[in-house]
C-alpha cells in the first residue's frame, strides 16, 4: 500500500496538485494523508475522492522524525512537516511506515510518500 503524503496551501488548485503527483510517477496510491486543518481543502478532498483520507493533528505530525524537516512550515502550521511526517504515519496503520519517497515541492504543494 502506497500513502501519498499532501501539504498545501489554501486554495491551491486540484492541477497544481495533480501535476505535483504525476511528477513523482506513480503507478498508483491507496490513502491520501495530511494536517486535520487541510482535510477540507477541495483539491485534497478531489484527489481523496475512492482513496481513504488520514488527517492528523499538528502535534502529531511534529513527533514524527523525519529527514527534512522545515523551519517555515514549523511556523507556520505548528509542525516541522506536515507531507512526510502524515504519509509516515498513514503508512504505519496500513503498512511499514517508511518513507519511500521523501517530500517533493510543487506550485502551493508538496507531496511524499511512504509505505
Not at 523551519?71 to 503498512?95: K, P, Q
Amino acid at each position: 500500500m502506497l500513502v501519498l503524503g499532501v501539504g498545501i496551501e489554501p486554495g491551491t488548485p486540484l492541477a497544481h496538485l495533480r501535476e505535483a503527483v504525476d511528477a513523482l510517477g506513480l503507478a498508483g496510491f491507496d490513502v491520501v494523508a495530511t494536517i486535520d486543518r487541510r482535510a477540507a481543502e477541495p483539491a485534497v478532498l478531489a484527489l481523496a475522492a475512492g482513496r481513504a483520507l488520514r488527517t492528523y493533528p499538528a502535534a502529531v505530525l511534529d513527533a514524527v522524525d523525519v529527514p527534512h524537516p522545515s523551519a517555515v512550515v514549523r511556523r507556520l502550521t505548528g509542525t516541522g512537516s506536515v507531507a512526510e511526517a502524515a504519509a509516515v504515519l498513514a503508512a504505519r496503520e496500513v503498512g511499514e511506515g517508511v518513507l519511500v519517497t521523501p517530500k517533493q515541492r510543487g506550485r502551493g504543494v508538496t507531496v511524499a510518500v511512504a509505505r
